[in-house]
């Protein structure tokens, strides 16, 4: 995928998903290592429980990507760009 990626000029990545704490987690610890600007969606994504999705958006979001914005935010974020 990271060639595919490059091949496209891509240099962004916004995740949203199930699950917060696992796959959507790893996909962006994953492209945050290959250097890609990663934003996580906090209200694009879900969990099995309460205590893994809150861990993923307080704690893991902010470590592994550069932003967490709620959809609102983005698209906004993207309107005015």
């Given at each position: 995928?990271?060639?595919?990626?490059?091949?496209?000029?891509?240099?962004?990545?916004?995740?949203?998903?199930?699950t917060s704490?696992?796959?959507?987690?790893?996909?962006?610890?994953?492209?945050?290592?290959?250097?890609?600007?990663?934003?996580?969606?906090?209200?694009?994504?879900?969990?099995?429980?309460?205590?893994?999705?809150?861990?993923?958006?307080?704690?893991?979001?902010?470590?592994?990507?550069?932003?967490?914005?709620?959809?609102?935010?983005?698209?906004?974020?993207?309107?005015?760009?």
């Amino acid at each position: 995928m990271h060639k595919q990626l490059q091949e496209q000029g891509i240099e962004k990545v916004i995740l949203a998903g199930l699950t917060s704490q696992t796959c959507v987690e790893g996909t962006g610890r994953d492209a945050l290592e290959a250097g890609y600007h990663v934003t996580f969606l906090k209200d694009a994504v879900a969990d099995f429980t309460e205590e893994a999705h809150r861990a993923a958006l307080e704690i893991s979001y902010p470590t592994f990507g550069h932003e967490t914005l709620t959809i609102d935010e983005f698209l906004n974020a993207v309107r005015g760009a």
